[in-house]
């Protein structure tokens, strides 16, 4: 048997071909003007290219029967989207209004949870790619979320309201989405299944029409992963690459009472013998800082100190955190390592109690950068540091299961 002996053989054959035709021209891509040209971020580029070309099929067509859901790890230490935080976890599961699920599980130990169900795609300009452009509709807490003693839980998700844990939906509702936000390395993740109420048979095999609908969607995909970033945020997000090394107030922007965050992104530029200090004023809540890619994916958190929340980071004398973006381990126990790129993205994000500060910044000379640093800034040794990378990677394994 042989290419043309298939009834649908060359309509499955042109939907591959104009797949990679899409992948070939999203790799082009790794060389816009925003990336630094430097071999080491030119790769990054075509890493987050990659990365999420091993999900594409996985959202376009393995979980995408709302019928037969699965709870799909969005972002992990090994593939990266959307600005993601270093601290937080990604999950989400495609739905309809039409059926009625059931998540059970167990709550974890993560300080932050949110369940979201996310409504209809929007259209028109500043819309990102898929499968982002949803609005949220409805919205449930972990300290909402009722559990037994030992956290297990059930939460039901559409049809009639039943308590004591429901999330409802709408004919337009299409997926949940689930962030657990982590401060400790000792933090566990919730663990959750899903599953249609009233399944009663096998999912049925894709078609070859249903495969077709998948390669179109996953070059979608691929094409606006590697066309929306950075421009999107550039263009829309309000962070201007013109003025870098400044972060703009850390604002609550539509649907953010439903996401239960504030968020603020400074575009840096550092050159090989510049650091930059950031700092702020030490603060009630769960906060975050994750230092990310030209592309918006946050940096390697399995191995660097690339990330900081309140519990792993040391507060001054004076009652602020300072935190010294370097190229090279200045010894100082808050390092935010830039992985030796010169250009990148630092996001702050604010959840739970209290309110979000305001972030100071200063490029100072890598070489000047002890004198302008208080006297009792805490420094850490090498032996410090390597258990501190440690304790970061059992930590981070712990949280994505590795």
Known sequence: MAFGDGDDDATLHAAWSAFCARLEAAGAQAYKDHNATSGRQRADALRFLTQNLGQAFDLALETADTRYPVVHAFCTPLRKLGGDCADFTYHQAWIDGAHTYRITGNRGTAPFLNITVQGPRQTGPGVLHEPFGDVPEANLFGHQLTAGPDGDFELNVGGPQRDPNWLPTTPESRKLFIRQGFDGWDERPAELRIERVDMASPR?????????????????????????????????????????????????????????????????????????????????????????GVFFTSMDYLYRPVSYTPSRTVIDGDGKIRVVLAHDDPGCHNWLDT???????????????????????????????????????????????????????NGVRLRHRM
């Open 339 to 393: 992985q030796g790129f010169s250009r990148g993205n630092v996001t702050y994000r604010h959840l739970l109690a209290g309110e979000p500060v305001a972030l100071r910044t200063r490029v100072v000379s890598r070489a000047e950068l002890a004198e302008v640093l208080p006297p009792d800034t805490v420094t850490v040794t090498a032996e410090q540091r390597s258990a501190q990378m440690w304790a970061r990677f």
């Open 204 to 292: 049925p095999l894709p078609t070859p029409a249903d495969m077709v609908r998948a390669i179109e969607w996953a070059g979608d995909f691929v094409e606006g992963v590697m066309r929306d970033w950075p421009d999107h945020p550039f263009g829309y997000g309000g962070v201007d690459p013109g003025r870098p090394n400044r972060f703009p107030p850390a604002d609550r922007v539509a649907g953010d009472d439903k996401r239960g965050r504030a968020a603020a992104n400074m575009y840096w530029e550092l050159e090989a013998d510049e650091a930059l200090v950031i700092e702020f004023d030490a603060h009630e809540g769960l906060w975050n800082l994750t230092n990310m």
